[in-house]
């Protein structure tokens, strides 16, 4: 039995183009992540990074290789598992907040515990702690509308670790935020990481937020370094 939450060995992603040519994004990928774990993931533009994280995060399936997931090997896992374990293992951040606009801020950290069977008031009670960590228990009854783009990006983050998932997957979580606002909004996702003990790959453009990670890894021709 091994230490990694995560351990995706030789993996491999094309897609097919124009004609019968095929477009390699991912090619003989090793990457393992382990409990605590902060990994900073950087790559150019269009050098596949999301489809990375979207096969770490059983959104995708890759043509060759290994994903083993809490040492189950998802190659082998059906559709049903497979959606268990995103359900209570995985939390994911994207660049766009996605909150559901006619719930409140409270509301949207709620809902993902509910469907996980958490039963109202403690669920309840989780969000708004949750919320309080990031500086908004304030703001708890707020709709997203009513919000500034750094506000509704953590209460994203505390939407995604709602469940206590093992692992955060992350997806240029402030690419959509100045500067300022970045510093702010990243600071509260650590927070929250490490005060939660799971793993987190995070995939950012940004050098000084990179260089907060406890690890770096970078994407480039379909490589991992």
Known sequence: ??????SINDVSK??????????????????????GDL????????????????????LDTCDTGTINFLDQD????????RT???????????QFHH???????????????????KKPQQASDRAFELLRLVDLENRASHRPFQLSGGEQQRVAFCRAVANEPKLLLADEPTGNLDEKTSETVFGALLSLIELSGMAALIATHNENLAKKMKRRVKLK???LF
């Open 74 to 81: 998802m190659q082998k896992a059906s559709n049903m598992a």
């Open 39 to 58: 990994v900073g993931l950087t790559a150019p533009s269009g050098a596949g990074k999301s489809t990375l994280l979207h096969i770490c995060g059983l």
């Open 221 to 223: 021709s379909g490589k």
């Open 99 to 117: 909150l559901l606009p006619e719930f409140s801020a409270l509301e949207n950290v709620v809902l993902p515990q509910l469907i996980n069977g």
């Open 14 to 35: 094309s897609y097919e183009t124009s004609g019968s040519e095929k477009l390699t994004v991912l090619n003989s990928i090793d990457l393992n992540i382990s409990a």
């Open 84 to 94: 268990l374990i995103r359900r209570r293992e995985i939390g994911f951040v994207y």
């Open 1 to 6: 039995m091994s230490n990694f939450i995560l």
